[in-house]
Nanobody, 124 residues
């Protein structure tokens, strides 16, 4: 079992920045690909970014590419999502998730463990 707890969400003006953190407990984080997803009101949960077990590869949704950066510190069992140049359309609950496979997956169904989410609101 892996327990995930997100933090760092909040209210920010358009153009601003936030850094989300996802702290893991239970099994070693380095055994898992880690992903960030988001869900806006009335919409399905969508892939944002993912990082392989030791950080060698990352992948981003087109909508956040060049603005968001995913990273991880396995020694601290923590994954981060640095978000810059935020837009109102980035407003959503952001979730981190862990996947026991070796390759990055984009599908919600591929991830085994989920955090409770943290709200990000970007005002125009």
């Amino acid at each position: 079992q892996v327990q995930l707890v997100e933090s760092g969400g909040g209210l920010v003006q358009a153009g601003g920045s936030l850094r989300l953190s996802c702290a893991a407990s239970g099994r070693t984080l380095s055994n898992h690909v880690m992903g960030w997803f988001r869900q806006a009101p009335g919409k399905v949960r969508e892939f944002v970014a993912a990082i392989t077990r030791f950080g060698m590869s990352t992948y981003y949704a087109d909508s956040v590419k060049g603005r968001f950066t995913i990273s991880r510190d396995n020694a601290k069992n923590t994954v981060y999502l640095q978000m810059q140049r935020l837009k109102p359309e980035d407003t959503a609950v952001y979730y981190c998730a862990a996947d026991g496979h070796q390759d990055i997956k984009l599908d919600v169904c591929e991830y085994d463990y989920w955090g409770q989410g943290t709200q990000v609101t970007v005002s125009s």
